[in-house]
């Protein structure tokens, strides 16, 4: 599968997840609150520009890009407790997607991956999220490690 495919069927997996299954009302709806460019930045191992929402009006998703864009950027969707079953049935179709489960982190959580893009989605409660590093410069190993030192400081604030 190519890399532009795999990318774009992770991206759709997060839009499904956010439109499919509306977030259950919380405290914390909006993603770009929930982490601080020098959180994002620390566990990036670069400098980032502020989070940015999707559109304005959605705020379920959020992006933090590198100060230089060719380095990377990462992705923050919220979403309830079925938008992260949903997630999991993706690895039973014909989609070329994996699931592996991630002990220890939330309620439950697991690893998406397509392709060379990965996602961690965690479940905390009624609610849940998925925190994704888009990098050609990192490894798959190195993009989860960084996806579950953001996932831990989500977790903080939900």
């Given at each position: 599968m190519s890399r532009i495919k795999a990318a774009a069927l992770l991206g759709a997996a997060g839009f499904l997840f956010a439109v499919a299954a509306p977030r259950a009302a919380a405290a914390k709806d909006e993603a770009c609150t929930l982490l601080t460019p020098a959180q994002v930045g620390h566990a990036f191992g670069a400098p980032m520009q502020p989070g940015a929402y999707v559109t304005p009006k959605f705020k379920e998703t959020c992006a933090w890009t590198a100060s230089d864009a060719s380095k990377g950027y990462v992705t923050l969707n919220l979403q309830d407790a079925a938008g992260f079953q949903s997630g999991k049935?993706?690895?039973?179709?014909?989609?070329?997607?994996?699931?592996?489960?991630?002990?220890?982190?939330?309620?439950?959580a697991y690893y998406l991956t397509v392709g060379k893009n990965v996602g961690l989605v965690v479940r905390k409660g009624k609610a849940s999220f998925r925190v994704a590093v888009y990098s050609d410069e990192f490894s798959m190993e190195k993009k989860k490690s960084v996806e579950k030192a953001l996932a831990r400081q989500v977790l903080i604030r939900l």
């Open positions: 049935q993706l690895s039973n179709m014909s989609t070329g997607a994996a699931i592996t489960p991630l002990r220890g982190m939330g309620n439950d």
